[in-house]
Every structure is written in structure tokens, then in C-alpha cells.
């Protein structure tokens, strides 16, 4: 899987929990929530103020392992 700023936020669980850890450092910690599964990567980190270029190459660089 290669993350995108369209992939939603519930895909990237489903395809590795592990990547849990990325989202609760930037305070999203509403992961299970239905609304939360369904934003994008990049919705989310709007609504958070973080980097949404940043957040994806942290994923995908755990994802490349």
C-alpha cells in the first residue's frame, strides 16, 4: 500500500495497525470513531494542523519495511 493525502484514514488501519502510533502522536485520538475511518489522510491533518506531507512519508517510509 502506498499512501496518498486521498487514502482514508480507515484503510491505513485495516491494512497495518501498527501505523496507529503516527495518528495518536498528532493527537487524533479518535481512531475507531466512524467519522475518523472515513476522512482522508489529508483531512485529518488539516483538522489536527499538522503536516499532511510529513505525516504521509512517516507512514509510508513504516509501510516500505
Known amino acids: 500500500m502506498v499512501v496518498t493525502r ?3 484514514i480507515g ?8 501505523t496507529s502510533v503516527y495518528f495518536l502522536e498528532m493527537g487524533m485520538h479518535c481512531l ?9 489522510i489529508e483531512q485529518a491533518c488539516r483538522v489536527h494542523g499538522v503536516s499532511v ?7 509510508n517510509e513504516h509501510l516500505s519495511k
Open 11 to 18: 484503510d491505513i488501519l485495516d491494512f497495518n495497525r501498527e
Open 6 to 8: 486521498e487514502t482514508k
Open 53 to 59: 506531507d510529513d505525516l504521509i512519508a512517516r507512514i
Open 32 to 40: 475507531g470513531c466512524p467519522s475518523a475511518r472515513n476522512e482522508t
